[in-house]
Structure formats: structure tokens, C-alpha cells
């Protein structure tokens, strides 16, 4: 389809920052407080740049290496000095992005591919096309506020001998970064198309959108990470990753980090083709997802704001990240005006220097804002939402939130994880997942980029709570495989602010092996606190060998079972993921329920689960066979179950007392469950006792073959009869 020519599309600024925008701005400078604080903090950036003076050395670092690092600092300033030309109208800062133009114009003519040649795609300023592409997003928004600054002559010259070339190497020299299904080459996609809106230049704005329809690439191949780059029928282009990777819910299949990363130049892009082009609706495109995905975003992070690193994801990352910012002011601005957003643009404490921004600040001066309480939430993954997806059970406040991961493979940056599961508590990490292994832009580890530890200890199985069997990698560690498969559906129920549960089902990660776990959160009338409830069936063909690990953070308090320590410490195999684990102790337990306590920053948690006579209980320190320390040395819990065919097991994680270094009082340091005992299990139902110290009992029963929210069940368990509609039931004990 081509675009049609809209007549005021010709007005610079045009892209992110608009005429009309600019207008509203100067009318309200000084009377906004939030937005004249963030026009401050800008301007001290900007000018302390300015007064530094332009540097665009010739490009020879990684990431992390002081020319990545000035580069990307380079087209950061020129955007704001762009948005403070507009603002402020003066003229240093348009003179300065002039001159910054004039001096990559002077670079790129005769500038060879980057000496780091590590990528799939290397870039030209960066060792990868991916931060070209970050370049051009940016200087295409800066190019914009300056259009009108800068002579035709001078135009001319940019675009003949700048933009254009760099579009074309990123596009045309590059169809395996550009064509892809990926967040890569949305960044690509995203570029190209900014400075084709700024130059209206149609064919830039096409491929931008449709891709390179003949890219003269084979079926298959793979980039660094082992991601597929063409696939059979691949569709590509910004409206074919905006289709693609997001499902109905707006959860993006790579992962909230990926998500973030990603967010940036999908609404950049769809914003600027809204501001230029409306009638094309790309902003609202596939049912307006991208506003969707920014509120799946938000609840895909814990009581701090940080996301869930889910995947590749690095731990910390949060929504104060400038990615963030700009997705909350233009979710904001072109959304519904949700009031939930200007809470976390109030916690953000900047808005963007647009009328976005200006948007929020002037509704957050009016006292519009209403808090964003998370809730219990399941997002769905793939494309039509049938592809398994994630599931955040939150009790109360926050008080612990458990995430629950039966999704798809995830692109390059998955993890071989299936039903695997984190929890939290009011933000801080009780069971992890790892995230990733990778020191971001720090040079001295691996030039800033993903280290060999990520592929055999992150993206392991092993490295996650859930189960590996034959201490093997689900799909055999194999993309290909793993990418034709997901996880599926069972129910989920949160409507019950006293039981919140998500179950799925997993048949392909083991031929053979039928995987069905069960999580809820549980959280008694008469309790101080809610805890969580694990319960795994496995179904086989065969015996295996079954182990399922706990990652905690803390100290040993207590152990209700024996163990020895190994007089040296020693990996526990040498292959998937087991090399990078030492056993520290070992032991056997001493009766059918095995409890294991720890006490982490003042709060104290048991771990009870359901044990057999032939069980082995591990526990484990991440760090064997890592002679360069790129891994954190993190305990774990492991329990395994040896030569067995079928089984369950079930696990209750609880939060229980507290302890102050200040007053050196420890309370409630005692779990207060006696024991678990599996009351009843068959294929269409498992049925748990939990029994407390104080002699009452929970009794939790999930229907294994029928999840219909109608469907009548009938039980009978040792003379008891217990009769509920729904997937499942709980209640005490009679």
C-alpha cells in the first residue's frame, strides 16, 4: 500500500515533537512545575556536552569501549539539543546538532565496517547494525527539529551522503538484521522509517514498513544467539513485528526486558507515522496492542518496579529507564488519558520534552493522578494468544507474587524453562530466576556482550524452579525444537482474593513426559500471611530421574533432615548446566515431609515439600567452572527423585516472622506447617492436606483433566466426600 501525501505533514517538527506541540510548550514554560524541572535537567546535560565540545572518533570498541560509548552519548544529546532548539529557540542548540551532522556527514562517506567484526551484522559507528539503528532513531528526531535551521544546500548534503547511506547499509546491505522477526530489526525497521518520514521519502517509508520484499536470503540460518533469522513464509517490516512477537494481551514473546528495549522504537515509529500519517493507523494497529502492552509491561514488574527477567533479562532494570519514560508519556498522551499512568510518571519524577510530556505534567499539577495498584494478571503469548503465555499471582499488597512462565520459546533470548515460576515478596526476590549473563556495556566482560555462561548455565534448564528430567535440557537445549513448541493453557483463577491459582501443562520438553504444574497463592482468613502452593505432576513413560530445584537468597536457619559436607567441593556433572553447579551438602530425609528455613534481609521462609524415602536432597552454589567469575555464587535447594516413572511433588513455600539486627528480636521463626500429605492422587485429580502446627488442615484439590469453570467435580477421599464446580477446590478441613 503506499501512503498517501498529507499536505501538513510538510511542517518540521513533525516527527515526535510537533508544531502544534512546540506552541503549547512555549505557552506553558514556567508554569509547570514537573516540566520545567525536566527542561533543567536536560539543559545542564546538554550544555555541559556543548561546552565539552563535538567528538566523533573514529569507531574501533565493543561496547563498553569509550567510542561506543561517545557515539551513543552523541545521538542522546543531539535529540535533546533538537527538542531545546524548538523549545528554548536558541539557536546554539540547533548549530550544535548542525555541527554534529556535518562532522558524521564528514566520517560516513569513507567509513569502512567496524573493526569488531563479532556480530551477525556488524555495524558501521557500532560493532552491530542493532546500534546503528539506535543512532538513526535518534538523529532522525534531532535532523527534524533542525530541518527548517539548515539550508537546502545543506539538507542535501546530509541526506545524499548521510541518511540515506546509513538507511541503506542497515536495510539493503543488511536484509539478515533488517528482514527478521525480532527486536533487532525493529530497531532497523523503526530507523529507517524516521528519517524517511523526516526526508518524505516514500520508498524509505515503505520498506520501513513491508521490509525488503527480495532480501535473497536462504530459509534458516542463525545469528549469535542461535535465533532463526528467516523462516518458512516470514513475514517483515515494522508491521510484521508489530503483528508477530506481541499476542492479543500485549505481552512480547522475548520477555519484559526485551519488551522495554523494544517499546522504545515501536512507539517512536508508530507515533511518528500517527503525527505524519494517521490514516494509516499504525499506532492502533492490531487493536491498538501497543497500548495494551504497555500496561502488560507494567504489571510485568515487581513491588519496586523492576521487571521480571524472564528469559534474558537483566536484574534491576525497572521503569525509571528513559525507554520507560517515554512509553508511559506517549501511552498517556495517545491512550485514554489513564490516570494510573500519571502515578508512574509521578514516580519517574521527568517527562519528555514534547507535549507528551507536557500532557503529564500539566494533569499531574492538576492532581489527576491514581495509583497503579498491580493486580493478579495472565498474559498470553504468541501471536493469536495460543501459545502459552505468564501469569503474575499477586496476594494482598504484594505481599507475595509469585510469576508463573508457561510460555513460548521467546526468540533468540529464551530460556529452556518451561513452568518454571519466581516469587517475590513486596519487591525483594524469595526463589529467583537468574536472568542473564552479561555485564552491559562493561568492557573488561566480553566487550559488554552476552558471556558463554549464558548458553550453558542461564539458558539452562537446571538453573530455573522447575524440573529437569535425567538431568537433561528441555528439547534437548535446541532452539529449533523448542521454538516449534509451547507450553499450554490449563486455567487460571484470581477472582478469589484468598486463592489465586495458574495452571499449565508441558508435553513436548520430554518426549513421553507430561508435565502439569499448579500454582497458587494461598492466603487463610486466620493468616498473618499468604504462602504459595507447588504442585507438579509428571506423567512418563519410563523411569527417570527427576530433580527440582529451589533458588533462594539467604542463610540457613534450620533443616529438618541430615546432610553431610563433602570434605572438598565438587561440580554436579559436567554438561547442562550441572557443570556450574558445586554440591555443598547432601542428605536423605527423615520423614514424608522435608522442611528447609532461611532467613534473608529480616523475614524468614520455609521451604516444606512432599519427600520419599529414596529422595535425594541437594543443596547446591552456583559457580563450578567459571574460571573468569561471570556467575553470581547463589545457593539452591535441589531435591531429587531417582528412577521413578510417575509422580507429584508438592511444595508450600512461607513467609513467617521477622528478625531486627537493631533489636536483635527474632519472631514467629518457626513454620507453622506440621506436614503436607498427598491425600489423593489419579489422573483426573490430586488432592493436597496441608496441616498446620495447630493441628487444623487445608485441604487443596485441582481437577487434572477437566479445567471448565462450570464443570461439577465429586471426590471421595477416605470416606470424606468433597463436591465444587470450577477447576478446583480449597477450603479447611472438616
Request: negative net charge; proline residues 4%; aromatic residues 12%.
Amino acid at each position: 500500500m503506499t501512503l498517501a501525501y498529507v499536505a501538513q505533514a510538510k511542517e518540521h517538527p513533525r516527527l515526535i515533537l510537533t508544531k502544534e506541540g512546540v506552541e503549547q510548550i512555549r505557552e506553558n514554560l514556567g508554569k509547570v512545575p514537573l516540566f520545567d524541572a525536566s527542561v533543567e535537567k536536560i539543559k545542564a546535560e546538554v550544555d555541559k556536552e556543548i561546552q565539552m565540545g563535538i567528538d566523533t572518533p573514529i569507531p574501533k570498541d565493543f561496547s563498553g569501549g569509550y567510542t561506543h560509548f561517545r557515539h551513543k552519548q552523541n545521538f542522546i544529546i543531539a535529540q535533546q539539543a533538537g527538542a531545546l532548539y524548538q523549545i528554548l529557540e536558541d539557536e546554539k542548540y540547533a548549530k550544535y546538532v548542525r555541527d554534529m551532522l556535518f562532522q558524521y556527514e564528514a566520517m560516513y562517506k569513507n567509513l569502512p565496517v567496524h573493526p569488531q567484526v563479532r556480530s551477525y551484522a556488524p555495524g558501521k559507528l557500532f560493532w552491530q547494525c542493532l546500534n546503528d539503528s539506535n543512532w538513526l532513531v535518534y538523529m532522525a528526531q534531532a535532523y527534524d527539529t533542525i530541518y527548517d535551521y539548515l539550508s537546502s544546500e545543506e539538507r542535501q548534503t546530509l541526506e545524499d551522503n548521510l541518511f540515506r547511506p546509513f538507511a541503506d547499509y542497515i536495510s539493503l546491505a543488511n536484509p539478515q538484521f533488517y528482514n527478521r522477526i525480532h527486536n533487532h530489526s525493529t530497531w532497523g525497521n523503526a530507523a529507517v522509517g524516521m528519517i524517511g518520514l523526516v526526508m518524505d521519502d516514500q520508498a524509505l517509508i515503505q520498506r520501513a514498513l513491508y521490509g525488503i520484499e527480495d532480501d535473497g536470503l536462504a530459509v534458516g540460518g542463525v545469528d549469535d544467539d542461535g535465533g532463526t533469522i528467516k523462516a518458512a513464509d516470514q513475514k517483515r517490516g515494522f508491521l510484521a513485528n508489530l503483528e508477530q512477537p506481541f499476542s492479543p494481551d500485549g505481552y512480547y514473546t522475548e520477555g519484559p526486558y526485551y519488551q522495554r528495549y523494544a517499546m522504545y522504537p515501536f512507539l517512536i515509529f508508530a507515533t511518528a507515522m500517527h503525527n505524519t500519517y494517521p490514516e494509516y493507523g499504525v499506532l492502533e494497529h492490531k487493536d491498538n496492542v501497543l497500548l495494551k502492552a504497555i500496561d502488560a509491561l507494567l504489571n510485568l514488574t515487581d513491588a519496586d518496579g523492576d521487571f521480571f527477567p524472564l528469559n534474558d533479562g537483566q536484574k534491576g532494570m525497572s521503569y525509571f529507564t528513559p525507554a520507560l519514560i517515554t512509553t508511559v508519556n506517549i501511552g498517556y498522551y495517545y491512550g485514554q488519558q489513564d490516570p494510573k499512568l500519571l502515578s508512574v510518571a509521578q514516580k519517574q519524577g521527568e517527562v519528555l520534552l514534547d507535549q507528551t510530556g507536557l500532557a503529564i505534567a500539566l494533569d499531574l499539577e492538576a492532581n489527576k493522578a491514581v495509583p497503579f495498584t498491580k493486580q493478579s494478571v495472565n498474559l498470553s503469548d504468541g501471536a493469536l494468544g495460543d501459545e502459552g503465555g505468564v501469569a503474575v499471582l499477586r496476594s494482598g499488597n504484594e505481599e507475595l507474587t509469585a510469576v508463573f512462565k508457561y510460555a513460548a520459546q521467546g526468540l533468540s533470548h529464551g530460556h529452556y524453562d518451561k513452568l518454571s515460576y519466581s516469587l517475590y515478596r513486596q519487591g525483594e526476590e524469595v526463589l529467583q530466576d537468574y536472568g542473564l549473563v552479561r555485564f552491559v556495556n562493561i568492557g573488561q566482560k566480553g566487550g559488554g556482550n552476552y558471556l558463554k555462561e549464558n548458553t550453558t548455565w542461564a539458558k539452562s534448564t537446571i538453573s530455573h524452579n522447575t524440573l529437569s528430567q535425567d538431568q537433561s535440557i528441555h528439547f534437548g537445549g535446541d532452539y529449533q525444537t523448542g521454538s516449534q513448541h509451547h507450553s499450554d493453557f490449563y486455567f487460571y483463577a484470581d477472582e478469589n482474593p484468598q486463592v489465586q491459582v495458574a495452571s499449565a501443562k508441558e508435553t513436548n520438553a520430554y518426549p513421553g513426559t507430561e508435565m502439569h504444574r499448579t500454582v497458587a497463592l494461598i492466603k487463610p482468613s486466620d493468616a498473618d500471611e499468604p504462602f504459595m502452593l507447588d504442585i507438579m505432576k509428571v506423567d512418563a513413560q519410563g523411569t527417570h530421574d527427576y530433580d527440582l530445584p529451589f533458588y533462594y537468597f539467604g542463610q540457613i536457619i534450620q533443616t529438618n533432615f541430615a546432610y553431610t559436607r563433602p570434605p572438598t567441593q565438587e561440580p554436579l556433572g559436567n554438561k547442562n548446566g550441572y557443570q556450574h553447579l558445586y554440591l555443598e551438602a547432601s542428605g536423605s530425609p527423615s520423614s514424608d515431609t522435608t522442611q528447609f528455613s532461611w532467613l534473608n534481609k529480616g523475614k524468614f521462609y520455609t521451604l516444606s515439600t512432599l519427600t520419599h524415602d529414596e529422595d535425594n536432597i541437594m543443596l547446591t552454589r552456583i559457580g563450578a567452572n567459571d574460571p573468569e567469575f561471570n556467575l553470581r555464587n547463589e545457593p539452591g535447594f535441589m531435591l531429587r527423585r531417582p528412577n521413578t516413572q510417575d509422580t507429584v511433588f508438592v511444595s508450600i513455600v512461607e513467609p513467617h516472622g521477622s528478625y531486627s539486627p537493631v533489636t536483635e528480636l527474632s519472631l514467629n521463626s518457626n513454620s507453622s506447617i506440621a506436614s503436607i500429605n498427598l491425600m489423593h492422587d489419579s489422573d483426573a485429580y490430586t488432592g493436597v492436606e496441608i496441616v498446620g502446627v495447630n493441628g487444623e488442615s487445608q485441604i487443596f484439590i485441582v481437577a487434572n483433566l477437566d479445567a471448565q469453570a462450570n464443570s461439577e467435580h465429586t471426590l471421595n477421599v477416605n470416606g470424606q466426600e468433597y463436591k465444587w464446580t470450577g477447576p478446583y477446590w480449597y477450603a479447611n478441613a472438616e
